[in-house]
Nanobody, 124 residues
Framework: QVQLVESGGGLVQVGGSLRLSCAAS????????MGWFRQTPGKEREFVAT????????NYADSVKGRFTISRDNAKNTVSLQMNSLKLEDTAVYYC?????????????????WGQGTQVTVSS
């Protein structure tokens, strides 16, 4: 198992930037594909970005491609999401997720370990 704790959320204006971080505990982080998802009230959890165990492969939702960047540091057991050019529709609770011994995937059901989430609010 791996425990995940997100940080870095907050309030930002349209066009601004935020950097989310996810700290992982446990020995399985480097063997885990990692993902970021987001959710707004009344909607299903939505895929944002994923990164492979080595960081060599990444995948993004079309809605964030070119604006968001996922990265990881296996030495520090962290995965980050750099969010630029934020839009109102990026407002959501953002979750970090781990898929131990698995490859990148956009399906939330493939991730067994989740953080508690961090709120991102984009205002005009």
């Amino acid at each position: 198992q791996v425990q995940l704790v997100e940080s870095g959320g907050g309030l930002v204006q349209v066009g601004g930037s935020l950097r989310l971080s996810c700290a992982a505990s446990g020995r399985t982080f480097s063997n885990s594909a990692m993902g970021w998802f987001r959710q707004t009230p009344g909607k299903e959890r939505e895929f944002v970005a994923t990164i492979s165990r080595t960081g060599a492969v990444t995948n993004y939702a079309d809605s964030v491609k070119g604006r968001f960047t996922i990265s990881r540091d296996n030495a520090k057991n962290t995965v980050s999401l750099q969010m630029n050019s934020l839009k109102l529709e990026d407002t959501a609770v953002y979750y970090c997720a781990a898929r131990i011994n698995g490859g990148v995937t956009i399906r939330s059901m493939d991730y067994a370990n989740w953080g508690q989430g961090t709120q991102v609010t984009v205002s005009s």
